[in-house]
């Protein structure tokens, strides 16, 4: 007899069968948030003027690939691109999925809501970030009846994914609930589909919708906490500023854990950094001096965010690193760090941009804004006109968030296509003139750090459209 089937697996005819089997397939796609969030610091931190690299004279292997964002020649080839894409795209697969077999299931509603939320809301982000990365986009929401139907996909509108964003958010937020037990922390909460729905408003300059919606967070219990760097202790995840994080847990074998100490400190740092000798540390996303200038003398948020030199062998070495992510773990390259997506303080920052847009810099947003600088142990600001404060505003938005991938697109959000190419060229020439870190000799290349307005957004990736030519490349990149 032909066995067909693999005896040891389950497979989705038998799966999906009760509230444990859909919370398994909603962990795998968390997980799947994971995969995208290890490499999320190279389009949103790396592209932009925080951060650059260690760079290495004898390895140029990464040139073509990560490195094209630092440098800012990225093309239809790059590899890091084609991953992301395929990264995204498989979650929404299996959030689309699992949401089918939700909806066909007979879980009563007590426990088929919140599950549909959370999907929803992970649907949303993804799509959040894709529109923004690529403008146009694959719009999918259901899984294909037959594979051939993929050949026939083309790229949506950006208003039609706002709006598609929108709905899943709204509708996030009408079925998650406002906290989740102990054995559930960190999954998302009614509060993060608000603050999520609020920044989407903000981001398509839906001024009046951002506020109305972002001041629903200022009554759901979170709050700063007193000490910054607390917001990054592995010891104290899941605070009460905290909205929203991807999970990781290091110190076992489980496959849980976070390495990004390891990819960010200096490359030949060896253990100074981590804490691990005989280990080859990144050398990526290391502050820029550009970044390391924008704190003012006095910044409590300096030392927790970066240093500026580590010491090996009694040496020290004037490479900065990032320091967010860099804590005591038991197990080399298993860290325990959570890396922040959503914290209350970018709720406060997002409410006094969006009022200074609406209204100008009126008594309350200048609240939101001091609430930060205060904590940070700052001068608060005060006799703003709107243009002044909305650069005060943005420029607080930049070190409170640092290394946390928000800068790409604030920078995005903030610049046309023409205003971002003139920013970006102009931080290259600052980088070309005196780079942070020693190039060993190596002289710049004369494409680097040319960036051109359609660089706005990426290019499709190049493998995608020789899969499916209905599918159209962003102009400049032809």
């Not at 890091?80 to 894409?85: K, L, P, S, T, V």
């Not at 009846?145 to 790229?155: M, S, V």
């Not at 980088?431 to 290019?459: C, H, M, Q, W």
């Amino acid at each position: 007899m032909l066995v067909t089937t693999d005896p040891t697996r389950i497979g989705t005819a038998l799966f999906y069968k009760n509230e444990t089997q859909f919370l398994q397939a909603l962990s795998g796609v968390y997980g799947q948030l994971q995969t995208i969030t290890n490499s999320a610091y190279i389009f949103q931190e790396f592209a932009s003027d925080n951060t650059t690299l260690d760079f290495n004279p004898l390895d140029r292997g990464g040139a073509a690939g990560w490195e094209a964002f630092e440098f800012s020649t990225v093309n239809q080839g790059n590899g890091e691109i084609a991953n992301m894409w395929n990264q995204y795209y498989s979650a929404l697969y299996n959030t689309n999925f699992t949401l089918e077999k939700l909806a066909a299931s007979t879980l009563d509603a007590a426990a088929k809501g919140p599950i549909e939320g959370q999907l929803k809301f992970l649907r949303a982000y993804f799509y959040f970030h894709l529109v923004q990365y690529f403008g146009d986009v694959v719009l999918v929401t259901s899984t294909l009846d037959k594979p051939d139907k993929a050949f026939e996909l083309i790229r949506s509108p950006q208003a039609d994914v706002w709006k598609q964003i929108e709905k899943d958010l709204t509708e996030a937020t009408a079925l998650l609930p406002a906290t989740y037990p102990a054995s559930q922390l960190g999954r998302a909460t009614k509060g993060a589909a608000v603050s999520l729905l609020g920044k989407v408003y903000l981001t398509q300059k839906k001024y009046a919708e951002a506020v109305t919606t972002l001041k629903q967070v200022l009554t759901m219990g979170y709050s700063l906490v007193p000490n910054y760097a607390d917001n990054f202790n592995p010891a104290k995840k899941n605070g009460p500023e905290s909205i929203f994080e991807v999970q990781y847990q290091g110190g076992n074998d489980l496959g849980e854990w976070s390495t990004f100490a390891y990819t960010f400190a200096p490359r030949l740092s060896a253990g100074a950094v981590t804490g691990f000798a005989n280990t080859t540390p990144g050398g990526r996303n290391i502050p820029t001096n550009d970044i390391i200038a924008a704190y003012e003398p006095g910044d409590l948020r300096k030392d927790a965010s970066l240093k500026t030199s580590y010491t090996l062998n009694g040496t020290v070495v004037p490479i900065p690193y990032i320091t967010k992510f860099t804590h005591t773990h038991t197990i080399t390259g298993r860290t325990d760090d959570n890396w922040p997506v959503l914290r209350y303080a970018d709720v406060l920052l997002m409410l006094a941009e969006a009022i200074n847009e609406q209204s100008g810099p009126t008594a309350e947003a200048v609240d939101y804004l001091n609430q930060i600088r205060k904590r940070a142990g700052l001068k608060e600001v005060s006799g703003l006109d709107k243009a002044a404060f909305k650069t005060a505003v943005l420029k607080e938005r930049r070190v409170e968030l640092a290394f946390e991938n928000h800068r790409w697109f604030d920078l995005k959000r903030t610049m046309t296509p023409a205003e971002l190419a003139a920013f970006m060229n102009a931080h290259g020439a600052k980088e070309k003139a005196k780079p942070t870190v020693d190039r060993g000799g190596i002289s710049f290349n004369a494409l680097d750090y040319v960036f051109n307005d359609y660089e706005y957004f990426l290019p499709i990736p190049a493998p995608q459209i020789l899969i499916n030519n209905k599918l159209t490349q962003n102009p400049g990149y032809q």
